[in-house]
């Protein structure tokens, strides 16, 4: 670096690099002024002034210098590098990793630039490339563990999971005896667990127990491995050895769940779809209540039994579990016991228990056969949970009852005003939702979860102004909206960009969900910092985890929301596109005089009270946005805070297409995906896609009404088409008549037909509707 310049330059030049790395920009710049002025064409000090100067938001000029820089000393690593760093910070991964390439055919044993290429490459899940950079780092610096465990984690990526163990165990190879010192023995028992984690991958079972036994001393974390033997042991099935090890973990933690799953395999008393053999079920039985007597105080021990539990049985078990719950007034009992409703016949047991303990409560102040009298919340708590069951079976003018009864018995409850909220929201009541939600907001004001369930029951009526002003009560000073963005409130930008959608409001719907997409733009950024972190730390196996997670991002429920939203709007823009100026003018000129003069007032006064919010809400963000250092911080004002720029796209369907890729891609086995599929290759009439969205509708669920809308659209669309007239065209129509025949519900029916058969078929959801 700064190999060319004079003894003091060259000093200069390594007081820039310095700057740099400490953030002291300002001397770095000065620096490199003062180099520039004796020569002002070196191309490395170019380069550094304008990597400094991207530090500061001066991009276009950074941009500048380094292409400068980079013109002039073209066989330079470092111009190339910082070219590469520069990027890097822009998030442009693929041109960054090019800079690094072209740095490295000139310096291909600098340490720096091989370790910023291996993280890019992590990043963007080059492999091969990862792979092939880490042995190079590696063979270059071989005392240093980060090397060792980076080609290991690199071979692992890259599904060489026995190349890995072999890298671990070389590595362990090069290490003394008494290794670790006490101040590493967490990093090195976290390696030694990765390993017998990649040896159970590899199906090294036996190997990875053996490992685990031998290595039992150096291993810190003293749960996780017990969790790893005796998962071990079930793979080997030794079932003994995991039951005996199940009970240990069980007496450390009672109330996890997963620990009496794993003791159930362990005595050959496990079901995959939960259905057992009555024998089982006494086995069973009998278990936990051995159990039951051990761990007294678990609650995991008590409601694991109504799972499997029938008639009889499951009645009893549920009463004694019940009765305490609604004694103590636990409200997230419902909650607990919603999944039993899809059990066939729990459900009507609830309904009988619960209304014997109702009226027995009121007839005798205590429960069915016991003597002692109930606290007098216990009525208030029964009706609640009576309101819940009766909303989950859908009828609500029993359920409305039931929580207004609970509402004079004791009025200053909260969670009867949300649950009537919600039974009205189900009904279909959105507005009387909303302003119950409101009044359980109003009852505590300081209450997060209440008030972000207003806000939701708000949006659900389409009141978005009262809900931004409600939402932003727990927010901090300054740009209200904005907050919302950084904290990444996604449920609050789907909800809300949903609202727009419904009331037509384009612009701002597609801004929402647009919004929420780039929260996972984000998140998918974030973990860059984790590839070097997770290194030194050692906390391998929670990065494998991270990794994996992320690779499955886009599949996450609110993503897909997001993505669904956004496609749904560009379809809506392409179907109704809004109209240019020149139409808008054409329409303003056929207008009378006095109504023309009018239209034009009002959107003069549009436009000046939107130019005041945005001076207001300018003011607000520079108001609040001072550091710790006394400097004013401003942040930037969003330009379209509407969203019309989001609407002047030329090609909607290219844009839907965008987002359809990813719900493809990741979200294949949703109805929604081919939904969405079959309307935008409809509308770009590419047939063939269209098709064969409308087979794997066919294939997810022939039954739902919009499979069958799709199926009726799509037939009758290519029944409508023209004689074909190329050769391209006649083969797809040959492909449509070979195709037809694997559709059972056309089988020798008209369209007519099938529709008025798919009609009758479902005419109970027809008239519930």
Not at 234 to 263: A, W
Not at 408 to 424: A, E, F, G, M, R
Not at 478 to 488: A, E, P, S, T
């Amino acid at each position: 670096m700064g190999a060319s310049l004079p003894p003091k330059e060259a000093n200069l030049f390594k007081l820039i690099v310095k700057s740099y790395e400490t953030k002291q920009y300002k001397k770095g710049l000065k620096a490199a002024d003062a180099i520039l002025k004796k020569f002002p064409d070196h191309g490395e000090t170019l380069s550094m002034k304008g990597l400094t100067l991207n530090c500061m938001d001066r991009k276009p000029e950074a941009y500048d210098l380094v292409r400068s820089g980079l013109k002039n000393d073209l066989k330079s690593h470092v111009c190339w590098h910082v070219y590469g760093l520069l990027h890097r910070s822009d998030r442009e991964y693929r041109e960054a990793i090019k800079c690094y390439r072209n740095a490295l055919r000139i310096d291909p044993d600098n340490i720096e630039i091989l370790r910023d290429l291996s993280l890019l490459q992590a990043q963007m899940r080059e492999l091969a490339g990862f792979v092939e950079t880490r042995q190079q780092l590696l063979t270059l610096k071989p005392n240093h563990r980060m090397n060792w465990i980076g080609f290991a984690i690199s071979q692992h990526l890259n599904s060489n999971a026995s190349k890995a163990i072999d890298i671990l165990e070389a590595y362990e190879g090069t290490l003394e005896e008494d290794y670790p010192p006490d101040s590493e023995r967490c990093e090195h028992g976290e390696m030694l667990l990765y390993k017998v984690s990649l040896l159970e991958e590899c199906g090294l079972l036996e190997k990875a127990l053996e490992e685990l036994h031998k290595k039992e001393f150096k291993i810190v974390d003293k749960l996780s491995y017990k969790e790893a033997e005796v998962s071990l042991l079930v793979k080997l099935n030794r079932l003994e050895e995991g039951e005996q090890l199940y009970r240990v973990l069980l007496s450390m933690n009672p109330d996890n769940y997963s620990y009496y799953e794993g003791l159930q395999k362990c005595v050959k008393l496990c079901s995959k779809n939960g259905h057992y053999s009555s024998e089982e079920i006494d086995h069973l039985d009998a278990l936990y209540k051995s159990l039951g007597e051990q761990y007294t105080w678990s609650s995991a021990v008590k409601r694991i039994p109504l799972d499997f539990l029938e008639d009889v049985k499951f009645q009893d078990a549920a009463d004694n579990y019940i009765k305490p719950l609604l004694t103590k007034g636990v409200p997230s009992l419902f909650s607990d016991l919603s999944p039993l409703y899809d059990h066939p016949g729990k459900a009507d047991i609830l309904e009988k228990l619960l209304l014997d303990f109702e009226e027995s409560i009121k007839t005798t102040g205590g429960y069915p056969g016991r003597s002692e009298k109930e606290p007098p919340s216990t009525l208030m708590w029964t009706l609640f949970y009576l309101a819940q069951h009766f909303d989950r079976r859908g009828v609500y003018d029993i359920a409305l009852a039931k929580v207004d009864e609970a509402m004079q018995h004791t009025p200053t409850v909260i969670d009867l005003y949300s649950v009537k909220s919600k039974i009205l929201k189900h009904a279909g009541d959105f507005g009387a939702a909303a302003s119950l939600a409101d009044e359980a907001r109003c009852m505590d004001l300081a209450d997060r979860y209440v008030n972000s369930q207003c806000v939701k029951r708000m949006l659900q009526a389409d009141k978005v102004p009262l809900a931004e002003k409600t939402a932003v009560l727990f927010t901090k000073d300054g740009d209200q909206q904005n907050n919302l963005h950084d904290m990444q409130c996604m449920w609050y930008e789907l909800a809300s960009g949903e609202s727009y959608f419904r009331q037509g409001d384009l612009g701002r719907a597609l801004k929402k969900f647009l919004a929420v997409e780039k929260h996972y733009a984000d998140i998918t950024e974030d973990q860059f910092d984790f590839h070097s972190y997770c290194l030194r730390k050692m906390t391998l196996r929670a990065y494998i985890e991270m990794l994996r997670f992320q690779d499955r991002l886009h599949a996450h429920p609110y993503f897909r929301k997001a993505a669904a939203g956004a496609t749904r709007c560009y379809l809506k823009l392409y179907d109704t596109p809004s109209k240019s100026s020149t139409e808008e003018d054409d329409e303003l000129a056929k207008l009378p005089a006095a109504q023309k003069k009018k239209l034009r007032q009002k959107q003069r006064k549009a436009e000046a009270r939107a130019k005041k919010e945005a001076e207001e809400k300018s003011e607000e963000a520079n108001v609040g946005g001072v550091s710790k250092s006394g400097k004013r911080q401003i942040k930037p004002v969003d330009p379209d805070p509407h969203g019309l720029k989001l609407l002047q796209t030329e090609d909607p369907l290219m844009e839907a297409g965008k987002y359809l890729k990813l719900l493809q891609k990741h979200s294949s086995d949703l109805l929604e995906t081919h939904l969405l599929s079959f309307e935008v290759n409809m509308r770009k009439n590419k047939i063939l896609l269209a098709l064969q969205a409308l087979k794997q509708l066919q294939q997810l669920d022939a039954g739902n009404p919009d499979s069958h809308r799709c199926l009726i659209k799509f037939f009758h669309k290519v029944a409508s088409r023209p004689a074909s007239a190329t050769d391209c065209e006649k083969l797809i129509l040959g492909v449509m008549e070979a195709e037809r025949p694997s559709f059972s519900q056309l089988h020798g029916k008209s369209l007519m037909e099938a529709n008025s058969v798919f009609l009758d078929q479902h005419k109970v959801i027809t008239q519930i509707l």
